[in-house]
């Protein structure tokens, strides 16, 4: 379809919808056919799935919905779905037989847009075309999240169709949505939810051991996602997973934590602040540094607490895994929050600033001590040592999807990112309330995965303002997800974090 | 010959009415016979065709995995029923499907006898249902050869 075609096409939709039907049932293939033609789709079908996995791979853009059916020999109608939702991110409905409910529960968790029982009547298809424009909606969205066009420009006919649709049926105008999408084009690539999952999906399917980028990239088939891009992800999913298992066998070296943060606070220019409190809810993330996956990286923990610095110190100790790239304890000039006490005897007093101060970040720890900054700090470092492998020019957040995804990062990063603007409680607020969510994420491994999703996803919505390593923390959660799970007893972080009164499970 | 039309015409009329009552058709088969159009004008003997050969392949399939020394394999028996349900449902063929869901059972229960006798009913209906739908497109056939036009028969 040409462009003009596709124009004309959008100004019908979802009159000349282009389908692809599959259906090893002749008998049921024509009629689905001929229901279709009646709608004033445009149909294709054919009776193999591998047929349309090929079709479907020729040309990405040449259909705008898939339906399936579930029951075929040469391909499970499920794997076809997970297949074409990898790598074309097309709209698959379901058509089965099956009525039974956990069939239509398998064909949603593959990602089935939806199940329709045979006979397929006539109407139900008439709305099949919503799916189409949720999904182009998606797209775009994700579009606008994830710099570049990843939507547009690649600009198939299919995909601006849809998005014309989308535009007609809102009744927006295309260069409105080109210019924002111009607007929003930013220099990096942000790892939102979906296109972390997209990744966590091409990893699964290629297997961890065969990852590699190009593999990765391909399947992922995201428009303005380069090699690079996915090779640094990549990267830092690789060390988020060793630094879980690791994690997992060392528990509870908080020094390590305090050196993150210290780290961390070199980074930002904060200071170190190692945070004794970091024991608390530290075993549990740390057996060390190197534990310290999921923690955001120090800047945005940095950023997030600027008050911090003063009730940080609490156990701040230089020693212990010095994960600092820089040394300790940088000036004291440069430290906001404060690894150690001594820098800042102000921090005494200033420590319930400190526990004001999270609380205002966090919205509602402040109960816990500073301890419970730990985690954060602790968190901090993981992200740190995760988002270490990138460069961070900006020290605002850095990705540690790890760890800020857990926090919300959207919102913290938008707070981390104001260095100076730690005083902003409002931001503060919003942040605390994501990371506290967040937190509580963390130690619940059934919830981790959930948060690094969510949390991705808020980073989405911070596109602007986040760098590329918030991308990674994105897709840094989404594996992190899983070792997490497996590594982490929900009692053990629950248990860590106690002490210091955590309160993630807000 | 316009009285023979409409004799015609009431005798198709009737004996589609019959096919529903006695509950060979139901509802899909009115939906089939909604998408025939002038553009498609043998769409439903297109689809009715596929259906029977369909239904001639499952048969088959089915019969030789139930008629196996040694083990029977019913799931694979299972999932060809599952296929002719799927198709019967589609176009229509009421007694077929039906029987297909009872099939379904006996496949689940591991029922060996249950399934060869089920089997051979399917066998039996779509045969006839067959039959009686030849007749129907006779009687059509008939009607437009009479000059007349093939009724739109309404199933209440």
Redesign the interface.
């Known amino acids: 379809m040409t462009v003009e075609q596709g124009v004309q096409a959008v100004d019908q939709f979802p009159v000349g919808m282009r389908v692809l039907a599959v259906d090893d049932d002749q008998t049921c293939l024509l009629i689905l056919e001929t229901l279709l033609h009646r709608c004033q789709y445009h149909v294709t079908t054919t009776d193999k799935a591998q047929t349309a996995l090929e079709l479907l791979r020729e040309n990405k853009n040449k259909f705008d919905l898939v339906i399936s059916d579930v029951d075929m020999p040469d391909m499970d109608g499920f794997k076809l779905l997970e297949l074409v939702g990898l790598e074309m991110d097309l709209p698959v409905i379901m058509l089965s037989a099956h009525s039974d409910p956990k069939y239509v529960m398998k064909g949603v968790k593959h990602g089935a847009c939806d199940y329709l029982l045979k006979p397929v009547r006539i109407e139900e298809l008439k709305n099949i075309w919503q799916h189409v424009v949720r999904k182009s909606k998606l797209k775009k969205m994700k579009g606008i999240v994830t710099n570049g066009e990843s939507e547009g420009n690649s600009d198939q006919n299919g995909v601006r169709a849809n998005r014309k649709r989308k535009d007609q049926l809102e009744e927006k105008d295309e260069e409105e949505q080109e210019q924002e999408r111009g607007n929003d084009k930013k220099p990096r690539v942000i790892w939102t939810r979906e296109l972390h999952n997209k990744f966590l999906a091409a990893v699964d399917h290629v297997g961890i051991k065969n990852a590699v980028p190009k593999k990765i990239l391909d399947l992922m088939n995201v428009d303005n996602l380069t090699r690079e891009n996915v090779a640094s992800h990549l990267q830092k999913f690789r060390l988020a997973l060793k630094k879980i298992t690791n994690e997992a066998k060392q528990q509870a070296n908080m020094a390590a934590a305090n050196s993150h943060f210290m780290q961390m606070s070199s980074l930002k220019g904060f200071g170190s602040f190692h945070h004794s409190p970091i024991p608390l809810g530290s075993s549990q993330f740390h057996g060390g540094a190197a534990t310290m996956r999921h923690y955001p990286s120090n800047r945005t923990f940095a950023g997030m607490f600027p008050h911090v610095s003063s009730s940080l110190p609490r156990n701040l100790h230089n020693d212990g895994g010095h994960m600092l790239q820089g040394t300790p304890f940088p000036p004291l000039e440069n430290l906001h929050i404060n690894s150690n006490n001594k820098a800042f005897p102000s921090f005494a007093s200033q420590q319930s600033s400190l526990l004001v101060a999270p609380s205002m970040v966090l919205e509602g720890h402040q109960q816990s001590t500073s301890p419970s900054f730990s985690p954060h700090l602790e968190i901090n470092k993981r992200l740190e040592d995760w988002s270490n492998n990138i460069p961070q020019s900006n020290v605002h957040s850095e990705p540690d999807a790890l760890g800020w995804n857990m926090f919300g990062n959207s919102t913290n990063q938008t707070y981390f990112c104001r260095d100076t603007d730690f005083g902003s409680s409002s931001a503060a607020q919003a942040d605390s309330l994501q990371m506290k969510q967040q937190h509580e994420n963390i130690f619940s491994p059934m919830t981790v995965a959930q948060l690094l999703r969510s949390s991705s996803a808020n980073e989405g919505l911070f596109m602007g303002q986040q760098k590329l390593e918030n991308g990674f923390m994105a897709s840094d959660a989404g594996s992190l997800d899983d070792i997490v799970n497996s590594m982490m007893t929900q009692e053990q972080s629950q248990a860590e974090f106690s002490e210091g009164d955590w309160v993630w499970v807000a | 010959m316009d009285a023979h039309v409409a004799q015609l015409q009431m005798q198709y009329r009737n004996y589609i009415l019959s096919l529903y009552q006695q509950g060979f058709l139901d509802d899909?088969f009115t939906?089939?016979k909604s998408?025939q159009d002038d553009g498609?004008p043998d769409?439903v003997a297109?689809?009715l065709s596929?259906?029977f050969?369909?239904c001639v392949k499952l048969v088959g399939n089915m019969a030789r995995a139930l008629d196996q020394t040694g083990t029977v394999d019913f799931c694979q028996v299972g999932?060809n029923v599952?296929?002719l349900?799927?198709?019967s449902?589609?176009?229509?063929a009421k007694r077929v499907k039906g029987l297909c869901i009872n099939f379904k059972e006996l496949c689940e229960a591991k029922n060996y006898e249950g399934c060869v006798r089920c089997l051979q009913q399917v066998d039996v209906e779509y045969k006839t249902l067959k039959a009686k739908l030849q007749d129907m497109f006779n009687l059509e056939k008939q009607i437009v050869q009479a000059g007349g036009i093939v009724p739109q028969v309404d199933i209440n």
């Open positions: 899909q939906e089939l998408l498609s769409f297109e689809v596929l259906f050969d369909d999932a599952h296929q349900k799927g198709s449902s589609s176009v229509g």
